[in-house]
T-cell receptor, first 114, second 115 residues
Framework: EPEVTQTPSHQVTQMGQEVILRCVPI?????FYWYRQILGQKVEFLVS????????KSEIFDDQFSVERPDGSNFTLKIRSTKLEDSAMYFC????????????FGPGTRLTVL | AQSVAQPEDQVNVAEGNPLTVKCTYS??????LFWYVQYPNRGLQFLLK??????LVKGSYGFEAEFNKSQTSFHLKKPSALVSDSALYFC?????????????FGGGTRVLVKP
């Protein structure tokens, strides 16, 4: 069964450093998302992406964040200058027509900012 | 604005007994409702959804959920719980049946099924 994959599973970085989180969505899906879950809190929407542009973003998704689909398979989230409060689990999701737009999630990347 | 409430942080149930995980929602317009389950160190796995039609929705692993528009609820149920159902369950809502639309999640309910 196709699934969303994410790398790395755990990323540790120093405050102020740039990080790139990578995702490979399900191959025939066209809609991509990033969510995050700070420890002990709700899963929160960050951004959705379609046709090489952002469809919607939350207030969390400020200028420090960016997304990109650099090739036909990867979808990335970049945090330009990490802050302590960026420490969270980041989930990638994808959806497509055949799934009736149900979003399927990857296993997540745990980001720890020191 | 859309929101989801899961009033119970944890639900404890004996194996073989019925399991109910509660969810209420608030959304403008028609709600599109989802349940996901998260096992330790795993991502969110889709269980079931309500888009339109029959108020009783059946999903994976014997789970079902009942949409109640008047009570704005979408409770998850399983007639006979298994120890392997122990996990974190999330209810989510979207206000538009459209691609790229965000999901708003509840805080999650931890289910513990005891042998």
């Amino acid at each position: 069964e196709p699934e969303v994959t994410q790398t790395p599973s755990h990323q540790v970085t120093q405050m102020g450093q740039e990080v790139i989180l990578r995702c490979v969505p399900i191959s025939n899906h066209l809609y991509f998302y990033w969510y995050r879950q700070i420890l002990g809190q709700k899963v929160e929407f960050l951004v959705s992406f379609y046709n090489n542009e952002i469809s919607e973003k939350s207030e969390i998704f400020d200028d420090q964040f960016s997304v990109e689909r650099p090739d036909g398979s990867n979808f990335t989230l970049k945090i330009r200058s990490t802050k302590l409060e960026d420490s969270a689990m980041y989930f990638c999701a994808s959806s497509g027509l055949e799934s009736d737009y149900t979003q399927y999630f990857g296993p997540g990347t745990r980001l720890t900012v020191l | 604005a859309q929101s989801v409430a899961q009033p119970e942080d944890q639900v404890n149930v004996a194996e073989g007994n019925p399991l109910t995980v509660k969810c209420t929602y608030s959304v403008s317009g028609n709600p599109y409702l989802f349940w996901y389950v998260q096992y330790p160190n795993r991502g969110l796995q889709f269980l079931l959804k309500y888009i339109t039609g029959d108020n009783l929705v059946k999903g994976s692993y014997g789970f079902e959920a009942e949409f109640n528009k008047s009570q704005t609820s979408f409770h998850l149920k399983k007639p006979s719980a298994l120890v392997s159902d122990s996990a974190l369950y999330f209810c989510a809502v979207s206000s538009i049946k459209a691609a790229g639309n965000k999901l708003t999640f509840g805080g999650g309910t931890r289910v513990l099924v005891k042998p």
